[in-house]
């Protein structure tokens, strides 16, 4: 256990609602104090153990290279949720050297999903480095809904590294009725998902839905699947999905989702799996997942009962100072 009569860990992060003060597992005790600019951290680093940073590669950027030039105010930096993109266009592989030689000055990266391969691979974060934990849901303990296993479609939803394009030529196999959320197609290509297909030539069994985009909206959508299917596009380093299949989950659904960091290396019995850009193989599971009640039931209430407990926010923040506590100690 930590000892209660230390000096408090003292953080410095940029999530609003993370708590300000905390007990970690363990009994080590912390204070957290949000800020938001790359200048306010580093003017306030003398006083903190150590710099929280989450989902923003551009302040870990800064602060990383901030600490570089100055090293008297380094304090270690914890990037969370550190989505990183595997470089294919000229200027991510120009950009890539640099931003791995940033990313050494990273001392923790607590992600989301446990294959590290990627990450290994083209900016040298590996399992020394690295800390997993279960991502929350969005709309556990905040909205009203009612896990249901049956519905009237299948589903493909979402917006980040998403294969749409597998899931049309799939659909258009199969005898089911399907459905996807009005597209925005710009903020679909910005997050790296695969979309070419004009609307006016999709399969005649898909049905496009009205979709503001809100989380309310999201759970009328998911709450009418039958079967949710999250194709994910082929050499993804980071998780994609989680947020989406948790919500299904949650509401009861039978997923099937690309393997790949986030979904096949943390998942088992809650989804069912197939691999990336396979048409056929997604053509297959959505059958089987159709016709086969008691193979859906039982996938989607494995998958109820792991999103369930990944908790909330509150649960996940445990989580994150957990690790923190765990980790700082190795870091003074």
Not at 8 to 31: H, M, Q, Y
Not at 60 to 66: C, P
Not at 252 to 266: A, F, L, N, R
């Amino acid at each position: 256990m930590g000892n209660p009569h230390a000096e408090p860990v003292r953080i410095l992060c940029n999530i609003k609602d993370f708590p300000k003060e905390w007990v970690s597992a363990s009994g080590t005790r912390g204070t957290t104090r949000v800020l938001s600019t790359p200048g306010q951290f580093f003017s306030d680093a003398p006083g903190c153990d150590a710099i929280l940073i989450n989902c923003d590669p551009g302040l870990t950027y800064k602060l990383a290279e901030l600490f570089s030039l100055f090293p008297p105010r380094r304090k270690p930096i914890i990037a969370l949720d550190l989505v990183l993109r595997r470089p294919i266009s000229r200027a991510s592989r120009l950009t890539r050297p640099l931003k791995k030689a940033l990313l050494k000055n990273v001392n923790l990266f607590i992600h989301y999903f446990r294959q590290l391969d990627g990450y290994q691979k083209y900016f040298g974060i590996g399992e020394a480095r690295s800390a997993y934990v279960p991502f929350k849901s969005d709309i556990r303990g905040a909205f009203s809904y009612t896990p249901d296993p049956e519905g009237e479609y299948v589903l493909c939803f979402g917006r980040s590294e998403r294969d749409y394009d597998t899931f049309f030529r799939a659909m258009s196999t199969l005898p089911y009725p399907g459905a996807i959320p009005a597209p925005n197609l710009g903020l679909l290509a910005q997050h790296s998902s695969r979309f070419t297909i004009p609307l006016s030539q999709l399969p005649s069994n898909i049905r496009v839905l009205e979709n503001d985009e809100s989380i309310q909206r999201a759970i009328e959508i998911i709450s009418k699947a039958r079967v949710v299917a999250l194709p994910i596009v082929s050499g993804r380093i980071s998780a994609s999905g989680i947020g989406t299949y948790l919500t299904a989950m949650l509401l009861g659904k039978c997923v099937i989702i690309s393997e790949g960091p986030g979904s096949s290396d943390v998942l088992t019995n809650e989804a069912l799996f197939i691999p990336p850009e396979d048409p056929e193989a997604l053509s297959r599971a959505i059958r089987t997942a159709w016709e086969d009640r008691p193979l859906r039931e039982r996938i989607a209430a494995a998958g109820r009962y792991y999103a369930e407990s990944c908790g909330t926010s509150k649960d996940l923040y445990q989580r994150v100072v957990d690790v923190i506590a765990e980790r700082v100690r190795t870091f003074r």
